[in-house]
């Protein structure tokens, strides 16, 4: 499966923003997918991931009740609402699939990756 994560750019704190993960493939419905973010200087860590069928959901703690995961399987696509965006979440957001539909907060138990989306929050 090739991902595509878009949505990213420069938006002032306090805004929201939806990112996507397009995705490529009959079997996107089957896989768990994540969203993790590497802020400068900072080793890429877990924000949320999503089961295949949407039914169960995941945060990090320091974003729940700010960032919502969800999924379209209809359209091959992921998305991450971030609300009352901060400094703080600035970074390159990335998506990526479980292809044994297992959820993980590592991202050793991702096996396909997209590109990434930069974001920039302004103070």
């Known amino acids: 499966v090739q991902l595509q994560a878009f949505g990213g750019g420069l938006v002032q704190a306090g805004d929201s923003l939806r990112l996507s993960c397009a995705a490529s493939?009959?079997?996107?419905?089957?896989?768990?997918v994540g969203w993790f973010r590497r802020a400068p200087g900072k080793e890429r860590e877990f924000v949320a991931a999503?089961?295949?069928?949407?039914?169960?959901?995941y945060y990090t703690d320091s974003v729940r009740g700010r960032f919502t995961i969800s999924r379209d399987n209809a359209k091959n696509t992921v998305y991450l609402r971030i609300n009352s965006l901060k400094p703080e979440d600035t970074a390159v957001y990335y998506c990526?699939?479980?292809?044994?539909?297992?959820?993980?907060?590592?991202?050793?138990?991702?096996?396909?990756w997209g590109q990434g989306t930069e974001l920039t929050v302004s103070s």
């Open positions: 493939g009959r079997t996107f419905s089957t896989y768990a």
């Open positions: 990526a699939v479980a292809s044994s539909g297992s959820i993980s907060y590592s991202l050793y138990g991702y096996d396909s």
């Open positions: 999503i089961s295949w069928s949407g039914g169960s959901t």
